[in-house]
């Protein structure tokens, strides 16, 4: 039996990867609560976002984004080869390898490089926890370049959760989307990053909230 090299099996799974989620979108109907200004910050080119939303909710983001062009802060673990082979199969869509933890500096240093010309994302809890708390990387660039976060979720009727640190979600085909986006968040950039990590998780975790309960 032949053996796949681990490049060979990265690129497998990213295929099968991107397949599925297509397969899930095109065979799900959408529901879209509170994108109207959202939508417009993505397509401005004079202004950037910095978009978050929890590491469990990833399967589902590179479908919503319909911007001028996203750079994505993807872990240096070995499941984020996996990941960034799939986001770089989707238009306007592009990774920066790093992560709150491992490899933080440099990855927010190669995101806020991106800043003039792209909108950004990150996972604030990736790339391994704890969950729903907020690291600091969204928290710093804001400060630093002054542009907003977005709070973003999604729920699915019909799904698996994985008894992983985050509960990943896995959609099912033939289902139901609901994408949730918050307001705007401005930091200060003389607020304390205690206060600034409360107001952002409150945030997030209130559109998740409402992304939870749509379907009960």
Known sequence: M????????IHIASILGKSYIDFVFVTSKKY???????FRLWESKET????????????????LYKGKGIKILISDHSDGEIITKIILKYKKLSAVRGSTKKGAVRGLKNLIKEVKNY??????DGPRGPKYEIQGGSIY?????????IPLSYNVRKKYVLNSWDNFIIPYPFNEIVYVAGEPIFIDKDIDNDEA??????KLMEVTEIADNYFS
């Open 2 to 9: 032949k053996k796949f090299t681990r490049p060979a099996k």
């Open 32 to 38: 879209y609560i509170n994108f109207e200004n959202v």
């Open 48 to 63: 950037k976002t910095i978009n978050i939303f929890w590491h469990n909710r990833i399967a589902l983001m590179p479908k």
């Open 119 to 124: 909108d950004i994302c990150i996972t604030p």
């Open 141 to 149: 660039i804001s400060k630093l370049t002054g542009f907003p976060i």
């Open 197 to 202: 990590k409360k107001i952002v998780k409150d």
